[in-house]
Structures are given as structure tokens and as C-alpha cells.
């Protein structure tokens, strides 16, 4: 069974500019996460998404972050324009239905912004 | 508010001997734990969680944890560490809040150094 992924594992670009990460969730898999850690720091909850529908976005940090799950699968995290303060590492998660089961965590994107 | 304290940034061991890493929580009503992994370049993995029953949790890889409700703590233990097991470790509470749902809150992580 493939794991989580997530596209880029790095990027880095300048403020100002526009960044797009993905994530494709364990097939079959409803509850989608995101998550980001600033400079070695906790990891903070951004949103989550139960199929394509958001559930819970309380953690985006402001409106130039957008999140999408088109049809319930794969996702995307936009960040538009990316400011420094922006850098971190985003990780993605996903999980089955049932509330008390454990996320299974991508990779990350190591994203930089100059 | 929710909160999860991971005291220590980094823990230093020996290979063969004991690891404790430690994790206190501060959230409302019955806490749902979960401790994860980090390796290198990968993602976190899961290693153990603690909903209910049995305070003593046994995971992955000989891991276990130890949840203690007057202390508000979730330890992970080792009896006999190894080098692989240097890693970056993160505590982790549901939010109780998160309407049945499991948004996680995050310790800022321990990183563990097993010498040989």
C-alpha cells in the first residue's frame, strides 16, 4: 500500500512569489490534514478536509494560504504571495474515518522562502 | 489552553542502556496521546497511542509509553536503546475540541542521540 506523499520535498523561492504544494493521501482514506512546523518548533494544525469538504481550517495562518481537495483526493496548499515568515516544513496527513485512529504523515515540503 | 510540553530538546544515551523521552500535556477531559517518529528525510511515524485501558502502552520498534493521569505525563521508554533509534521523537494530544475528529496538538519535539 503506497504511503502519503507529497510534492515538492523542497522548494524554495522568493517573497512575493507563489507556491503550490501537494498532497496525495492513502487511497481510500477521508480525512485529510495539513500541518506545518516554523524553525524547530511544534507542529502546528492548519486545516483539515473530510473528503473534499473542510472541516476544520482554523489554523491557517492568514488569506494568502488557500487549501483545495478536488473530488476528495489529492490536495493542494497554495501559498500566495509567500512571505519569510512562511518557511517551514508542511506535512500532510491522512486517516480513516474513525476519530481515535492515527494519521499517516508524508514526507514533508521543506519550503524556503528568501 | 491544549498544550503539550516536550522539557527536554535533546536526550543523549548510550547504546544498550534505558531511553526515557518525556511528555506532559495540559487538555480538558480524557486525553487521547499519541507519540510519532521522525527519521531523516521521512515522514513521522506512528509508534504508539494511549485512548483508554491499560496505563502501560506498547508500540513499534519495542517502544512504550507510560500514561499517568495525576502527573499529566505520557513517557516513552526503551529498556535497551540502539543507535537507530537516534531520531526526532514528537508527543502528540487530539484536541478535544476537534468535534470527534483528530487534529492533533504537537510537543516541539525531542531528538534523540543513541551513542554507541
Redesign the interface.
Known amino acids: 500500500e503506497a504511503g502519503v506523499t507529497q510534492f515538492p520535498s523542497h522548494s524554495v523561492i522568493e517573497k512575493g512569489q507563489t507556491v503550490t504544494l501537494r498532497c496525495d493521501p492513502i487511497s481510500g482514506h477521508d480525512n485529510l490534514y495539513w500541518y506545518r512546523r516554523v524553525m524547530g518548533k511544534e507542529i502546528k494544525f492548519l486545516l483539515h478536509f473530510v473528503k473534499e469538504s473542510k472541516q476544520d481550517e482554523s489554523g491557517m495562518p492568514n488569506n494568502r494560504f488557500l487549501a483545495e481537495r478536488t473530488g476528495g483526493t489529492y490536495s493542494t496548499l497554495k501559498v500566495q504571495p509567500a512571505e519569510l515568515e512562511d518557511s517551514g516544513v508542511y506535512f500532510c496527513a491522512s486517516s480513516q474515518v474513525t476519530a481515535v485512529n492515527e494519521q499517516f504523515f508524508g514526507p514533508g515540503t521543506r519550503l524556503t522562502v528568501l | 489552553a491544549q498544550s503539550?510540553a516536550q522539557p527536554e530538546d535533546q536526550v543523549n544515551v548510550a547504546e544498550g542502556n534505558p531511553l526515557t523521552v518525556k511528555c506532559t500535556y495540559s487538555v480538558s477531559g480524557n486525553p487521547?496521546l499519541?507519540w510519532?517518529v521522525q527519521y531523516p528525510?521521512?515522514?513521522?511515524?506512528?509508534l504508539l497511542?494511549y485512548?483508554t485501558g491499560d496505563n502501560l502502552v506498547k508500540g513499534s520498534y519495542g517502544f512504550e509509553a507510560e500514561f499517568n493521569k495525576s502527573q499529566t505525563s505520557f513517557h516513552l521508554k526503551k529498556p535497551s536503546a540502539l543507535v537507530s533509534d537516534s531520531a526526532l521523537y514528537?508527543c502528540?494530544v487530539?484536541?478535544p475540541f476537534?468535534?470527534?475528529?483528530?487534529?492533533?496538538?504537537?510537543?516541539?519535539?525531542t531528538r534523540l542521540a543513541v551513542h554507541p
Not at chain 2, 476537534?98 to 519535539?109: D, E
Open positions: 503539550v487521547y499519541f510519532y528525510n521521512r515522514g513521522l511515524q506512528f497511542k485512548i514528537f502528540a487530539r484536541d476537534s468535534g470527534g475528529y483528530n487534529k492533533l496538538i504537537f510537543g516541539a519535539g
